[in-house]
Every structure is written in C-alpha cells, then in structure tokens.
C-alpha cells in the first residue's frame, strides 16, 4: 500500500483508497466514512486516541509508517470496545522496534524530509524513534506570484516526533511507552482588503499536539490483562486580524484496561473499561460556526461568539463480547457497551453483534446489526453558547456481505449497509427570535445506505492492485415537516481503481485513477445589501439543491530501488493529477454575488523523493 500512487510512501494514506470512504475536498485529511460526518468517526492509537491523524491539506499523517504493523479500517459495525462514535474507526497498531540490531531509513521529497532509527538496548528492551519536518516554508515563498494577493510571514510548515520503546522481561508480557506529537503553523498577510471586511491583515494558525501513552499486557492466572494510560496535550490558536480569534488547549487523560479468558473450547470472553477526564480553557472571538447542511454567509454577517471559560468533562464506558464458535465454521460476536457522557450526564446502552461463517470454501458470508451513540459536539452542549440538556445522537448499523476467493491471488469482498440515525443535534430557529429557547434541539434524521466492492489481486510476485468501488447515499432531515436533503459529504459513486507492477532491474511503476461524484452545494439565487456589515448577504436556494461536477484524476509512480548486502536505496517520481484536471472544490463569488468562477483543486503535481534503509 505504500506505493500506491498519491501515497509518497505513507501507508496511512492508504485509508483513503478504502470503499466506504468519502473524498474531503481538495483531498484533505477529513475521513468520511460511509457517509458520516468527519466528527462522527475516530482515530485510534493502540486503542487510544489520536488528535489528529493528518497533516493539513492531507499531505502526511501526523504518525511515522515506520513502526506501523497494522491498520485495523472498520467503516462501520465495529465491536464494542469503542464507542463515542456513530460513523466508523480507524485503530493504528504499532510494532515493537527491532531486538537484532540497529536499523533505520532517512527519506527527503520536494516537500519533507525525516529519519528514523531503532534498534536494541538489552536482551529485552528496545527502542525507536522517528522525526518528520516539511520545507514548504522554504519553497513556497520563491515560487509565489509577486502580484498574489498574500505574503508569508510563517510559510506552511509542519514537523511530527515518534518514540517507541517495549520491554519484554518474559514470554507473554510486555510493557511500552510511546510519545508522540505534531505541530502544524502557518501565517500569512493579506496585502489587500478581501470583499469581506472581517478578511484582512494577518491569518495565523497554530494546531499542535502531544502524547505520552504507556501499556501493560500480561497473563493473570486463567486471564490475559491489557492496560493503557495516555496523557495528552493539545492546542488550536487561530486568527484573523484584531477582531476574530480562537485558542483552545485541552489536557486528556484517557485510561483502557481489557480482560480477556478462554472460558470453553468453543467461548472466549473479553470485558474491559474505557475512561476519560479531560480539563479545557477557551478564549474565543469568532463567528458561530455553520451546522451541518447550514450554508455559510459572510463572516461579517453571521452573529458573534465570545466566550472565556474553563471547563472539565469526563466520560466512563464499559464493555463486553463473547467470541461463541458454536461449529461448522460459525462465529457469533455478541457484545454490549455503556457509557456515560459527563458534559450532558447520561447514560447510553449499546447491544451489537457481528456473525461470521465460512459456508463454502474459500468463501464467508458476514453480517452485523448494532446501536452507536456520541455525546453532542461542546459548542452543542455548552452551557452559555449551547443547550446543556441535549442527548445522545444515535445510529443503528446493519450490514451483510460475503468475502470470496475468485481464483488464488484474487479476492472479492462486497458489503451491503444500511443506517438509520436520530437525535442528531441541529440548530432551533425559534432561538433567533426568542432566546428563552433551546439553542439546540435533537430533532435531526438521516438514513444512509450503499454498497461496497473491493477487488484485490496480487497476481505472481510482480502485480499488486486493487478495485475499489462504493455506491451511498447519505440524507438527513433536519426537522420534523422538512423535506430530506443530500448530506454535505454525499457522494453517490466513489471509483478507485489502482495497480503497482515490479519490473527488472529494480524498477516498478504505478498507477491510481479516481472518479468520484461532486459534492452538493446550496445554490447562491440573489444577494441583499447590508449597511451596517458593509457587505452583501447572499440568499440561498434549496439547502444542497446542487452538486459539483464529478472529480476525476489519474496518479502515476516510477520507483527504482538498488538494493545490496546490509542496505537498499531509492528514488521515487510521484505525480499527482496527471492529466491536469481542474477538479471543482467550490466557487469564488464576486463580493455581490452576482458572478462566480469554479474554485478548483490542486493542479498536475509532480514530487520526486528518495529513501535509504539499512
């Protein structure tokens, strides 16, 4: 998956490719999967939570592919050590750094550079670390128009830090530490007014992270324990200008402990806790973010927040699942979760299951059918800028597939779903002519349903490749009486069709074609002139009456490797958008809306990078 074109050697990347996974526009970092709201989902670390697991425009994820042993990708019905969630989870597994001897790789592409080293410190202690810095900043400003409407003060720039260590003082037990960050900064000067007057002088922002996490696992008798703290730090420091401004920093201490027993031949249970405090301080001046479906007007027309608080919120969940092999090739996964969520004090049920059974040779039929739920967002439950009494938002998942060996090398797995959601928070109009009412309301529905093929093929040992194709549909209602509209993120056809042939003399090449439908929008139908902002105010259609048109791009790479005793080294072309397709992420409006011209993504982008292992 590495070499994937698109990916520049970053297997985390490869998420992206999976069906059931939305396109973010301009292919940032945001995960949609299966329809759900980039928020609805989360990232995991070991079973602990990552802040952010790309850098901004989706370039690099925030953790090194180095010491990455596996990507466990559940789009949707996944088991009931998780929870918080009614989209799908992505869970990162990390490998113990190596006990042989000392081992590394450096690489450098046109846009980032890193290294990585590990190796062993005794007979059972070892240790890894990794670094990542990007040189936009160096780059960007020597290639900017002289007549572009900004100037970098802080070109963009990101950097990321891994350390891995594990100790394993006998067979079955082991402890690790891992401490890892990010920071992503830019900052930049517009040389004139924008058409907003809110859109001026210098945008800065700060987004940052770090974490410490440890883990214990070991056999307790007829038990196998596994415990993990992580303590993180987290910052965002956004501005624009003198007027608007937004600086949060949160502490989070999140603990797991998971218990697991063979009670029979056929029965494994599995029961752990999953439990978070986590202390915040907020200093904000900025416009009320849109909700979901909410099509944005101005910045200087959309009313104000300001807030200065700290605040605390916890969250305790318990779960359980029976692994029941009852035979003839039967699985049963029953489970159920708790939780209580601490900002709106309630409580929350979840029963799920998931089947397996392997029917024929080489083919296994799999369904599951299960209750999600996720506390609101906090600006939703808020106690001066939200409604504090809201509940749970809720999914209920139902899918069934079949995975299928068409012939030796090529597999076929194809899953049809179907959610139904309610209680999703949206705004209450009556709060805008009577603030004695609820802010926010649980009167949101949505259904979401699709289909799911994957096509994998690794034909001899020189072609790897895979088909990918997903048909959804996401809609929501976000009132009772109101008529369901598309999702912002609905998109009926995702296509991704990618292969990675190995030729002689070290030489491989690749290729990624992408189709995927445009996103809805809500059409602009007229403008109205404010005094008092001085600027126009549009008047909008439908709420996501439109679509952009279709996105398509190919991606091309050519790697050579050399590769000799104790050492390999090579060099890759990776070029993105071959074609130069001006894919439509938008539209740039003129300040009266009355004209507008298509916004477009990134054009042909070609990255030459190079890698030495040892």
Known sequence: MARVPGSQGDTLKAVLNFPGVGRAPFSGGNLVLRGASPGDSQVFLEGQEIPILYHFGGLRSTFNPRFLEAVEFVPGNFAPDYGRAIGGIVNVRVRDPARDELRGDATASVYDAGVALEGPLSRTWSLGGAFHRSYIDVILPRVLPSDANVSFDTAPRYYDYQLVSSWSPRAGERARVFFYGSLDKLQLVFKEPQDDPSIRGTLRGRVMFHALQGSWERPVGPLRQQTSIQLTTQQIDTAVGNDIAFKLDVQRISVRSTWSARVSRAVEARAGVDVRWAWAGIDARTPQPPEEGEPPLPVSARPRIAVKKSSEDDAQGAFAELRVEPGAGVTLLPGVRLDRYGAIDRWTLDPRLNVRWAAWRDTVLKGGIGVYQQDPEPQESDRDIGTPDLRAERSVHASAGVERRIVEGVDLDVTVFRKWLD??????????????????TNEGEGRIYGLELELRARLGPSF?????????????TDRPGEAERPFDYDQPHILTIAGTRDLRGGWAVGARFRLVSGNPFTPITDSVYVPGNDVYVPLFGAVNSDRLAPFHALDVRIDKTWQRRGWKAGVFLDVQNVYNRGNPEGWNYRYDYRQRTPLTGLPILPILGARAEW
């Open 423 to 440: 209680r999703l928070v949206v705004r209450n109009p009556a709060f805008e002519g009577d603030p004695t009412q609820r802010r926010f």
């Open 464 to 476: 790897t490749g895979f088909v990918a194709y997903t048909y959804q549909r996401s809609l929501r």
